[in-house]
T-cell receptor, first 118, second 108 residues
Framework: EPEVTQTPSHQVTQMGQEVILRCVPI?????FYWYRQILGQKVEFLVS????????KSEIFDDQFSVERPDGSNFTLKIRSTKLEDSAMYFC????????????????FGDGTRLSIL | EDQVTQSPEALRLQEGESSSLNCSYT??????LFWYRQDPGKGPEFLFT???AGEEKEKERLKATLTKKESFLHITAPKPEDSATYLC?????????FGTGTRLQVFP
């Protein structure tokens, strides 16, 4: 069964450094997402991406964050200058399509990248 | 504001002891309610989508139902391998809004 893959599984970075988290969505999916989960808390939406542009972003997704689909298979999340509070599990997800008027197809998640900021 | 509340926070069951998990939601115009299973250190694994009140979906020992205000995940005769955190989420435009989950432990 096709799956979303994320690398690395664990990233340790010094505060203030840039970090890039990588994802390979399911190949025929068109919509891509990043979520994060701070330890013991809810899964929170960060950003959605469709047709090579951001379609929605949350308040968490400030100027320090950016997303890119550099080629036909990868989807990346960059944090320019990491803070201690960026420590979390970051999940990538993808979905096949979305009927804007009526309903949404399920989002399928990868196993995440654990980001630890020192 | 769209919101999802799950109860109980944690549930311990003996193997074979059936029970239900609750997900209450408030959303402006439901476009889908999703159930996921999350194992420790893993991403949410999709289980079910429900789109309208009265809808039901089944998969092995799990059955999800939906009303206008809540959804239930019924677990019939659970086994230890059903132990996981079960997450409920509603969709608002692009994003999923998750509840905090119910942590289920099934003992042999």
């Amino acid at each position: 069964e096709p799956e979303v893959t994320q690398t690395p599984s664990h990233q340790v970075t010094q505060m203030g450094q840039e970090v890039i988290l990588r994802c390979v969505p399911i190949s025929n999916h068109l919509y891509f997402y990043w979520y994060r989960q701070i330890l013991g808390q809810k899964v929170e939406f960060l950003v959605s991406f469709y047709n090579n542009e951001i379609s929605e972003k949350s308040e968490i997704f400030d100027d320090q964050f950016s997303v890119e689909r550099p080629d036909g298979s990868n989807f990346t999340l960059k944090i320019r200058s990491t803070k201690l509070e960026d420590s979390a599990m970051y999940f990538c997800a993808s979905s096949l399509n979305r009927d804007r008027k009526y309903s949404n197809q399920p989002q399928h998640f990868g196993d995440g990248t654990r980001l630890s900021i020192l | 504001e769209d919101q999802v509340t799950q109860s109980p926070e944690a549930l311990r069951l003996q193997e074979g002891e059936s029970s239900s998990l609750n997900c209450s939601y408030t959303v402006s115009g439901l476009r889908g309610l999703f159930w996921y299973r999350q194992d420790p250190g893993k991403g949410p694994e999709f289980l079910f989508t429900l789109y309208s009140a009265g809808e039901e979906k089944e998969k092995e020992r799990l059955k999800a139902t939906l009303t206008k205000k809540e959804s239930f995940l019924h677990i019939t005769a659970p086994k230890p391998e059903d132990s996981a955190t079960y997450l409920c989420a509603v969709v608002n435009t692009d994003k999923l809004i998750f509840g905090t989950g119910t942590r289920l432990q099934v003992f042999p």
